[in-house]
């Protein structure tokens, strides 16, 4: 009885280790896949390098313990971006007074990011992208979700299923922060 | 400028930013697993440390003080694990909830977080008042002592140190989460007017 008892314990120990591997290899695929979209995203919720890299470990980790319970009832995508939405929105909640005196603070500074092997070239378009991040922080909450993610190339009906929303109202979101985003592009220059 | 080709442009504008933070990220983030666990064990051996210790003490000295004492702090434990297991009842979901979904659970999150903050300065001063009660009575059977030369004698003062540390911890704790709450009910309640924009 106890040889059979100890053999189901090493039998479990041995098909536990393989499991985890490929969770840590499905962790590091999806990671890589869409960690510059996500990080991305962190970046549209913080002020700062710093603060966008604790927000992406965040996602990362949320991730990470969501994993072993992802049965493929959606897309690997959908999951990914509705556990960074969810991250973000905490981070904001649980930052808000000390984001507010921050982002006074730093107003008028604007944060460009690492710069590329080909500095010439990239440096109009990082300027760009920059303001255009810039801009994007300043959109309510809503309108920010549904704009990071429809520049991310993800579809309305997907956008719907992270958001937990329709997809006409994803549609009414976007157009009135596409207009808010314009007019706030313009104000910068 | 067509609408598609606005939105092809900041498409593009925005995904030329592709720098990902951190190398090892895995790591970090299975040692930041581990210590979430590890906290959660931790709280498990305080129960078990406490109410072990404080039985082990009252079976081996068999003096009713002691069995008072045992019988308290096993009845503080379960106050505390009951309105822990009770309060977290509706928060625990997984990670992957859709957005609405997941606010909805941050607002019970940080109700229940508030109200445990209320519990908890409750239970606090009830075993304070239990403790301090228990030590000066312990310490009056050796020897008579007056109440005022015990309230203000060095290890007292240290637990009055404690106290005050506690309470500024709470009032803190409780304004964060009050802002936290109010902030997403800011969100759920989608008003176009009052949308937060950080």
Known sequence: ?189 | MSVDAELDVWRREWQSETAVPAAGLRGKVQRQSRIMRMTLMAEVLVTVVMGGGTTAWAVRSRQPDTMVLAAAVWVFLAAAWTFAIVSRRDCWSPAALNTSAFLDLSIRRCRSAISATTFGTILYFCELLFCLTWVFRHLSQREPIRLEAFLSSGPVAVVWLCTLTYVGFVLWYRRKKRAELSYLLALDGRSEHALPNT
């Open chain 1, 1 to 189: 009885m106890w040889s059979t008892a100890a053999d189901n314990v090493l039998a479990d120990f041995d098909s536990a280790i393989p499991a985890r591997r490929a969770l840590e290899q499905r962790f590091d695929r999806l990671l890589a896949e869409n960690g510059p979209a996500l990080s991305r995203m962190a970046g549209s919720y913080t002020n700062s390098t710093s603060d966008r890299d604790d927000l992406f470990q965040e996602i990362a980790m949320a991730v990470w313990q969501a994993l072993p319970r992802f049965r493929g009832d959606c897309s690997e995508r959908t999951f990914l971006f509705r556990i960074a939405q969810n991250r973000a929105l905490s981070y904001l909640a649980r930052n808000r007074y000390r984001d507010m005196r921050k982002k006074e603070e730093s107003e008028d500074e604007l944060e460009l990011p690492d710069p590329r092997p080909d500095p010439e070239a990239g440096l109009a378009r990082e300027q760009q992208g920059a303001r255009l991040l810039k801009a994007i922080r300043l959109l309510p909450v809503l309108y920010r979700q549904v704009v990071t993610l429809t520049l991310e190339g993800i579809e309305y009906r997907e956008i719907a299923q992270i958001l937990g929303i329709s997809e006409s109202n994803v549609g009414v979101r976007l157009n009135r922060g596409r207009h808010m985003l314009r007019r706030l592009l313009e104000d910068q220059r």
